[in-house]
């Protein structure tokens, strides 16, 4: 108890030595509202002894002469003495006040009619620095939002390395009469010009267009390409011939699919099951008319091909045709934005659903194996890409196997599906250019591809020691940004291996394996 007597005696002796500044409440002790603080302006100093914002407040009195104490003298030396631990020479952020005031006359003008201030008219050139208008792509003008005021004035403010709050420009925005397409390269117009004459010869000499178009086609020019390559145009042109196997269609889709619930009520259902997992990255087809019309071609097909009837994986084999033939009435990119097929005239709907049907009946005529019972074609090119990897890239094929990986467990999908599955879609139809272009393109020449691609990762391979990290890199191989260039490459490797070994079975016997796997 005494020493709480005299813990209180020495509490009231303080206080009545404090100066008036000092005896105040703890909300207004610690309201610094101009001292310096991290992250605020420290303004200049005063003169006349007193210290503005940062100093005893009191202690200045009117006609500016000082009555305060000699304690309340020492406080303030003493705070001076530690703020310069916060002093910043350069302001991060302009006062709190003064960007008030800033976004206030911002308001102010926009319904003005006057011409606006600059930035350092309103806040000063010692803060102006800090406060940084954001530019178009056009660096002489601000770029304005909705009701934002015009060239010159202030549209938005970057304070701090963030915008303030109100309309922001976008600073990547296109500029009105600019397209975001690159001009095309004098290589690309010689191309175009090389199938502007093929395809206005009749009848289209085939062998030139294939060899032109082994490297890619054009996107203008696919539609019309990918249906004379798969033999659904015929060289002639004869748009007659077109005509009449979309009215059979047609007449398929009133013969057949009535019934679906009835008849081969199991195949409709496990379509319609598949066709909302393919590409889940495009917009186009998680749209309801999208799905009803890939499930329609994939019954069609199944009932007209009873030897097979529908397998899991047909179902992607329509999406390239599908996004091909729809490109020529959308100017955007189909695969990147959004579109809303039912917008389109039901008359052009109904042909390219029929023009997809008859291209992707044309692509499984010659891998028809791939999908009949026990599925006899994959199997046989599983262990074609086992054999063919052991002669051209041992130190692969045994680091694969030394962990036990199976080929099957890999390549299976690559072969159902075509690499549909680990290819981006724009990166599929650049490949489906060559395999069209390519005598068995789909049937040979894809098991050279999945060599080549295979061949692609062995450095990552390479540096993987476990089953695990083998098996799901393989499975998930980082193919998100590949384009054209990436396919050009690949395709060309893979016709290297196709001259090199397609006829050859003993040549570099050195790098076969001799153990048993």
Not at 84 to 89: M, S
Not at 274 to 300: A, G, N
Not at 453 to 464: A, T, V
Request: some cysteine; aromatic content about 10%.
């Amino acid at each position: 108890s005494l020493i709480h007597f005299i813990k209180r005696k020495f509490v009231r002796m303080c206080a009545k030595r404090q100066p008036q500044s000092f005896q105040t409440s703890n909300s207004s002790f610690w309201r610094q509202t101009g001292g310096a603080i991290p992250g605020r302006v420290n303004l200049a100093k005063t003169g006349g002894g007193g210290v503005a914002g940062g100093g005893n407040a009191a202690g200045v009195r009117a006609g500016g002469a000082s009555k305060s104490s000699a304690a309340a003298h020492s406080f303030n030396n003493f705070q001076e003495s530690v703020s310069d631990a916060w002093d910043i020479e350069e302001p991060l952020t302009p006062p709190v006040k003064k960007v008030d005031r800033v976004l206030e006359s911002v308001h102010q003008q926009r319904v003005s009619t006057t011409q606006p201030p600059s930035i350092s008219d309103l806040v000063g050139t010692d803060t102006a620095a800090a406060i940084t208008p954001l530019q178009s792509a056009d660096e002489n003008k601000v770029t304005t939002g909705g009701g934002g005021v015009g060239a010159g004035g202030i549209a938005a403010l970057s304070i701090g390395g963030q915008n303030s709050t109100g309309s922001v420009g976008n600073r990547n925005q296109s500029q009105p009469g600019k397209s975001d397409n690159p001009p095309p390269s004098s290589s690309d117009q010689s191309r175009c010009a090389k199938f502007d004459k093929l395809l206005g010869q009749t009848p289209v000499n085939m062998t030139d267009l294939e060899s032109l178009s082994w490297s890619g086609v054009p996107q203008r020019y696919r539609t019309k390409v990918w249906k004379l390559l798969c033999g659904y145009l015929p060289a002639s042109q004869s748009e007659q011939v077109i005509q009449r196997k979309r009215e059979e269609y047609a007449g398929y889709l009133t013969q057949y699919f009535h019934n679906k619930e009835d008849i081969h009520k199991d195949t409709f259902r496990q379509i319609s099951i598949d066709v909302p997992r393919m590409s889940p990255l495009v917009s186009l087809f998680q749209q309801k008319c999208v799905q009803e019309m890939v499930e329609r071609i994939l019954y069609i097909w199944s009932i007209r091909h009873p030897a097979s009837g529908y397998v899991q994986g047909i179902n992607d084999l329509v999406t390239p045709f599908l996004m091909v033939f729809l490109q020529d009435f959308v100017e955007s990119d189909v695969t990147r934005s959004k579109f809303e097929f039912e917008k389109l005239d039901e008359k052009v709907r109904k042909e390219i659903e029929a023009d997809s049907f008859w291209c992707m009946t044309k692509v499984l005529d010659g891998i028809q194996d791939n999908y009949t019972f026990a599925q006899p074609g994959i199997q046989i090119k599983i262990k074609q890409l086992e054999e063919l990897l052991k002669r051209v890239d041992s130190s692969l094929h045994k680091h694969i196997v030394q962990h036990d990986v199976q080929y099957l467990q890999f390549s299976f999908r690559w072969m159902n599906n075509l690499l549909l599955r680990e290819l981006p879609l724009t990166a599929t139809i650049r490949l489906w250019d060559t395999y069209l272009a390519e005598k068995d393109g789909f049937s040979k020449f894809h098991l050279y591809v999945c060599a080549a691609f295979l061949i692609r990762w062995k450095p990552d391979l390479m540096q993987r020691n476990d089953f695990q990290s083998i098996l799901l890199f393989i499975q998930n191989v980082p193919t998100a940004k590949w384009g054209d260039s990436d396919i050009s490459l690949l395709v060309a490797e893979a016709y290297r291996l196709k001259y090199t070994f397609a006829d050859a079975p003993n040549h570099l016997p050195e790098c076969r394996i001799k153990t048993t796997l």
